[in-house]
Nanobody, 126 residues
Framework: QVQLVESGGGSVQPGGSTRLSCVASGNGFSDYNMAWFRQAPGKEREFVAAIHYRGRRTIYSDHVKGRFIISRDNAKQLVYLQMNSLGPEDTAIYYC???????????????????WGQGTPVTVSS
């Protein structure tokens, strides 16, 4: 079981960049696929990006592909989300999530992830 805490959110101007971090405590982080989800005001939670437990594969939603980069450092029990070319549509609370890996690709479905952080808000506005 792992506990997840996100950081790095805040206000960003359109076209800007920021990086979110998620630190895990507890055991087994290196055996967990990790993902980022987001929930904008008045909208359903949506998948953003995921990374294989060994970092061998990354998956992105079409909304962020080419702009966001997910990465991880298993030694430090950290997962990152580098967010570039931000627009107002990226305004949301961003959540880090973890699922025990079965050796296959990470899930894109939130309900497959048993472990969640509390979320960090990102606001893109001029």
């Amino acid at each position: 079981q792992v506990q997840l805490v996100e950081s790095g959110g805040g206000s960003v101007q359109p076209g800007g960049s920021t990086r979110l971090s998620c630190v895990a405590s507890g055991n087994g982080f290196s055996d967990y696929n990790m993902a980022w989800f987001r929930q904008a005001p008045g909208k359903e939670r949506e998948f953003v990006a995921a990374i294989h437990y060994r970092g061998r594969r990354t998956i992105y939603s079409d909304h962020v592909k080419g702009r966001f980069i997910i990465s991880r450092d298993n030694a430090k029990q950290l997962v990152y989300l580098q967010m570039n070319s931000l627009g107002p549509e990226d305004t949301a609370i961003y959540y880090c999530a973890g699922e025990p890996s079965d050796g296959y690709s990470p899930s894109l479905v939130g309900s497959d992830y048993p472990y969640w952080g509390q979320g960090t808000p990102v606001t893109v506005s001029s």
